[in-house]
């Protein structure tokens, strides 16, 4: 019997059958019975670890290999045609070279395991803002995930129907071998191959690869947006909820501000947030004129370590049933824990991410502390079980963004808020972003590198190409965005956080939304409008002025240097690089040169 109704699907999963010989085929339906036969199995194996039923009902426990456990950006790769349609920050094969080589390795990859079919799909199944995808893969850790970050099953496949158009995505995890580790993008086929690895981005084909580089490239010639975004929603008392889109680097706060909990000081205000995506924003232009989003997705994999009941309660309150704990450290009793989270490890029998006897405060040869979870250890969790998750998540067109933001971990240079003067400002503004490197990717960790916005892994064309869409966008609407730039990470000479973060950011957002609607007076200055100290609500917030002071400082001579940085990372993109940005660098230089001249390191109105 036909495995589905749609030809074109079948005939793909034979063709990829025959190349990576499994001894079976099954199609993932998304029914419990099937998700409970495949957790057993997996556990069977010891791939899955089944946690404390009673404490964390629902809940399994996974290890990635030691050499797996962060995206592999070395290893990605945009196989266009033209290497120039993948553009200097990516990692370009030829589509021959793409398939052969990888071709070479899922060549057999599958023999003596499984094949499951997981169709799915990335938003509302049905919403004109969707995209299907189908991946093949032989881990059921990746359908355990899928079945929690996507819709998937026979509602997708219903959708899908006969002759309905899908992404091809293939994985394997093969031999886990770093050298024969490869994850291929086809745009122009919407294809994607993943071989070699077991982790996360990687391998949720549906995540990265899909909603994020094969729609970005769909998103231009589609003219919409695909974003490493968060998309929250801010409830005033009188029931208004204006939406806030986001984009910040890997590991950079996006899952903690999605969730934030108003800080005890602006409670009285009665505010109430919405959590409507963590990670990724499909935007379009509506008929209104105005830009509208969703969250594709339909879980949360977020960073474990650093997480809990004080930074992250609404985090802590989703992770408590039906979620997949990878590299955390595992007690004997059943539950799960990791640096920076709630209580304590247990002091005895505990193992750790690599399942090695650990205890807090060990020690390796060269008297560094052993971490017990790895610093890029997530948790999957479904988006439901959010405290505040924003039943918008169904609605087919999303919402209406008032602001978008970017951001990223700067010690150094970027204050802690500034507003862009237009659109075109904003898009120079998010195209120059950079930030510090995170364990979410390898490489060496805390080197400042641009990535902008957000998307420097994530863009599946020419970056150039990109920023002119951008710049298109803002043209096409009637009622654009206001663009911002936060900065939490600002530190003081001890390396000490300047600003306390999570909660309190509601203070800024407070504020970003005040601009938007026009309540609220700037200082202009040099790099955009700056907020008046006495505007942002500090109550039951004893910080003091003087950090204020500095968390709103442009040091001109800083700014030099960055400038030049920037002049290096535009120079790449050759003359394919928008003239508009060029122009918003040389306005910017002549506004810093002005500001430069007078003595002050406080910005000055100008
Ligand atoms: P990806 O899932 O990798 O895209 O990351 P993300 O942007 O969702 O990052 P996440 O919210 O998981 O935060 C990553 C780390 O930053 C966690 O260890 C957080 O505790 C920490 N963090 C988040 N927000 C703040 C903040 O406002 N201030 C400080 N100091 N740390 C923060
Ligand atoms: C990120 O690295 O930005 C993530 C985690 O959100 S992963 O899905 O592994 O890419
Ligand atoms: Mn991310």
Known sequence: MALTENQLLNKWVEDMARMCRPEDIVLINGSEEQKKKLTEEACATGEIIQLNQELLPGCLYHRTAANDV??????????????????????????????????EIFQGSMKGRKMYVIPFSM????????????????????VLNMLIMTRAGREVMEALGAGGEFTRCLHSQADLDENRRLILHFPE????????????????LGKKCLALRIASYLARKEMWLAEHMLILGIEDPTGRIDYIAAAFPSACGKTNLAMMIPPEGLKAKGYRIWTVGDDIAWMRIDTDGKLWAINPEYGFFGVAPGTNSKTNPSAVATVKKNTIFTNVVLNPDGTVWWEDGDGEPASEGALDWQGRPWKPGMKDEKGNTIKGAHPNSRFTAPFVQCPSHSFRIEHHHGVNISAIVFGGRRAHLAPLVYQAYDWSHGVYIGATMASERTAAQYGKQGEVRRDPMAMLPFCGYNMADYFEHWLRMGVRMRWQPQIFHVNWFRQDQNNGYLWPGFGENLRILEWILARCRGEVDARKTAIGFVPKLEDIDMTGLHLPKENMERLLEIDPKAWEVEMADIAEFFKKFGNRLPLELWAQHEDLKRRLEELGSGSALQPQPF
């Open 70 to 103: 962060a995206r592999v950006e070395h290893l990605t790769f945009i196989c266009t045609k033209l290497k120039d349609d993948a553009g200097p920050s990516n990692n370009w094969m030829s589509p021959e070279e793409g398939y052969r080589r990888a071709g």
């Open 123 to 142: 938003g509302p199944v049905g919403s004109p803002f969707s995209k299907i995808g189908v991946e093949l893969t032989d881990s059921i850790y990746v």
């Open 189 to 204: 086929d919407n294809t994607i191959w993943s071989v070699g690895s077991g982790y996360g981005g990687n391998v949720l």
